[in-house]
């Protein structure tokens, strides 16, 4: 039996934009494997094979805010990523594919509204995946400082084959519409662990 965190509703990618995890400001990697999900209504798990991966971060200015003590520099937008798979129940089953999605976040409005080709540069190798689906928005509300508050989740599941030889390339950049996004040395051999243990 697998230890699941139980959720009353999971939306797409559950927890890739939950606050609580990654502030959008500070725009850090977690890098310990997310805990599997269980969504009771729907008797399904979602089972993560990563961390959440900063894959891009824009150029920030600095502000001074009250009460803080020095300044603080935020990014003027940054791009986050998970991996994971589901399976019905609790029990783990091997899948056939694996789900790739960012959550884009921007301070100056939303990025991905007709653009969302997603390229993956593995190696000397150039694949052409297709467009991402486009799987959620959100927009946090008026924040002064220039926080980022607009979100959009972006979705594609590949086969576990290609997803493989994706991490077990050298190096792996990705081109998201006009973004270009890139797994760390770190980030490639954290998925290469995960996957070596879960997907057989």
Known sequence: MLAVTVAAQINNAPRLTNPDLTPPERAEDINKRLDPVYDNAKDETTFFLSGVYVVLMGPGHEVVIPGELGKKTLPSSVVKMVAYYRFKGKNNRPPGKVTIA????SAFGYSFGDERKLT????????ALGDMDLTGRRYDGFKPYGYITYWETLE??????LYKKIINSNTVSMQLGESVLSLSDAQLKQLRT?????LK
Do not use: R
């Open 102 to 105: 960012f959550s884009a976040g």
């Open 120 to 127: 993956v540069n593995a190696g000397s190798e150039k694949l």
């Open 156 to 161: 594609m599941p590949i086969d576990v084959d």
């Open 194 to 198: 995960i996957a070596t243990k879960y």
